[in-house]
């Protein structure tokens, strides 16, 4: 069973409007958190993570947010723009062990 | 961009075959990784190796094996191909005294398994 989930396969929103990707994880041992981006034909990149010690991390356009309580984390991206059209990864890790990522949402920004 | 390339960026192959894929890199990174991504399952690791000759498995490890003699190269191998293979497969690098952060991932392989 997947320890972590994307459950919104697509997101299409209007370019200059915020863009939140959401995620949930189930294994309540992960201790870091990371979303990466990735574009047709090439590898995934990374774009933001989060510690378990914090709730949020801000990096210009992006920010995440983490709920350990629910077990949730979000991506928000404002404002949102046309190149920001990708698909998005969240994964979690456990120590020094591998990621795990959840199935990834296809964010789609219209000018 | 870690300099990691991967060999071949498509094939196309017959059930019971054995196919190698190669990873490179330029980086001198010490951990390497292969992961499989599929759809509605995102990326899934396969194995890793944290130094020459040294590796484990991942969460997808049956049916594949890999093999790195080079800190630069990383093999992985399926020693008799079967459908359930067909897939996009991942390899990534890591610096020693990199979080998971600065783990890099190459352009991809399309593996098709007729």
């Known amino acids: 069973d997947q320890q972590v989930k994307q459950n919104s396969p697509s997101l299409s929103v209007q370019e200059g409007r915020i863009s939140i990707l959401n995620c949930d994880y189930t294994?309540?041992?992960?201790?870091?958190f990371l979303w990466y981006k990735k574009y047709p034909a090439e590898g995934p990149t990374f774009l933001i993570s989060?510690?378990?010690?914090?709730d949020k991390n801000e990096d210009g356009r992006f920010t995440v947010f983490l709920n350990k309580s629910a077990k949730h984390l979000s991506l928000h991206i404002v404002p949102s723009q046309p190149g920001d059209s990708a698909v998005y990864f969240c994964?979690?890790?456990?120590?020094?062990?591998?990621?795990?990522f959840g199935s990834g949402t296809k964010l789609n920004v219209k000018p | 961009d870690a300099g990691i390339t991967q060999s071949p960026r498509h094939k196309v192959t017959e059930t019971g075959t054995p196919v190698t894929l190669r990873c490179h890199q330029t980086?001198?990174?010490?951990?390497m990784y292969w992961y499989r991504q599929d759809p509605g399952h995102g990326l899934r690791l396969i194995h890793y190796?944290?130094?020459?000759?040294?590796?484990d498995k991942g969460e997808v490890s049956d049916g594949y094996s890999v093999s790195r003699s080079k800190t630069e190269d990383f093999l992985l191998t399926l020693e008799s191909a079967t459908s359930s293979q067909t897939s996009v497969y991942f390899c990534?690098?890591?610096?020693?005294?990199?979080?998971?952060?600065?783990?890099?991932f190459g352009p991809g392989t399309r593996l098709l398994v007729l």
């Open positions: 994964a979690a890790s456990e120590g020094d062990g591998g990621i795990y």
């Open positions: 190796s944290y130094g020459v000759k040294d590796t």
């Open positions: 980086e001198n990174h010490r951990y």
């Open positions: 989060i510690s378990s010690i914090k």
């Open positions: 990534a690098t890591r610096p020693l005294a990199g979080g998971l952060e600065t783990q890099y």
């Open positions: 294994n309540s041992m992960f201790d870091y």
